[in-house]
């Protein structure tokens, strides 16, 4: 595995990268124009970070914006897929392998960062029962997150529903990918709990994964494996996973993150105290022979850190050094 982070094109941020000693870099996408990001634009990034030294080889996310229509299916859903198709095949001819998305619908979900962690750290929390009474205010695009959805859901989505969109869009954009040379990473729902505001959320199990792998059969079409996502799935067994979808050859990207608890409440803690084995999760990567990038994901926010959580990044970035380290040592 390759240990990757999260970075801006910004000198700072590519300073504090290399100290550390990754050159793995895990970015989102430039800003698009009229649906399609050019090629010009992903060249652009990815020789400036070439030039310091970096490789980027994931992009995470495909922007929501592009696509959320096609999520929702309504009738642009059209419009938006030929866009989809254009950016991927741009992606392909600026060299950059892998491209996750992901079909959370209204996006991510936490409640609360509350400081009663260790040290007084503040861990990202959700709690259902909290979210039943303030829904709205859970939501990223609601929150200030980075995705802003412009859908308010106005009518349920069933499972059905949410089900047969996303498999029309693996269907016109996996055989995309294939001529284009991207492998599409697509990442569990988060929190993974089976409907919020009354649209369904259906990556939440790891069958559900494999139904997304088995939908369109294709070299071109895996999984985002989020360690923290998966972690806090009821009835799932993060080393188990990781060796049966890794086994398979379908984790084209991973998250390194360590939850505690599982839906429907549940916190982000440090790796060190989650409930996820992690020298076991480590050597199942091993096992299973991945050599993508694992991108170091949230942290708990630590005292005087900066907005970016460089210390906190940087405490995860050498926790899982140190047992990649120790288990190659060990011959494990």
């Not at 399609?36 to 310091?52: G, T």
Request: with cysteine; hydrophobic share 40%.
């Amino acid at each position: 595995m390759r240990i990757g982070l999260q970075t801006s094109e910004s000198e700072e941020n590519i300073a504090f990268v290399r100290s550390l000693g990754v050159t793995d870099v895990v970015c989102g996408m430039p800003a698009d124009i009229d649906g399609v990001v050019p090629a010009q634009a992903f060249e652009q990034r990815r020789d400036h970070f070439a030039e310091h030294g970096l490789d980027w080889g994931v992009i995470e996310n495909l922007s929501p914006t592009l696509y959320d229509e096609i999520m929702f299916g309504t009738p642009e859903r059209e419009r938006q897929l030929e866009g989809v198709c254009r950016t991927i095949e741009n992606v392909g001819k600026a060299g950059i392998p892998v491209l996750q998305y992901q079909w959370m619908l209204l996006g991510g979900l936490r409640t609360e960062y509350s400081p009663t962690g260790r040290g007084g750290a503040r861990y990202p929390k959700f709690d259902e029962a909290i979210a039943s009474h303030m829904a709205a205010a859970c939501l990223d695009w609601m929150g200030g997150g980075r995705h802003r959805y412009p859908h308010v859901p106005d009518r349920p989505l069933s499972s059905e529903e949410v089900w047969a969109n996303l498999e029309w869009f693996l269907k016109a954009v996996v055989p995309v990918a294939e001529s284009a040379g991207v492998r599409l990473a697509a990442h569990p729902d988060d929190a993974p709990v089976p409907e919020y505001l009354g649209v369904a959320r259906i990556l939440i199990s790891i069958d559900n994964l494999q139904r997304v792998i088995d939908t369109v059969p294709s070299p071109n079409n895996g999984i985002g494996f989020c360690m923290g996502t998966i972690g806090t799935m009821a009835d799932t067994d993060v080393i188990d996973a990781i060796r049966r979808i890794g086994g398979q050859g379908k984790v084209f990207f991973a998250h390194f993150r360590n939850p505690r608890g599982t839906v429907p409440a549940f916190e982000e803690v440090f790796p060190d105290e989650g409930d996820i084995d992690m020298v076991a999760a480590v050597s199942a990567w091993n096992d299973v022979s991945f050599d993508g990038v694992i991108r170091i994901d949230h942290c708990p926010g630590v005292v005087g850190d900066n907005p970016r959580a460089d210390r906190s990044f940087a405490f995860q970035v050498g926790y899982l050094r140190g047992l990649v380290q120790s288990l190659e040592r060990m011959g494990a």
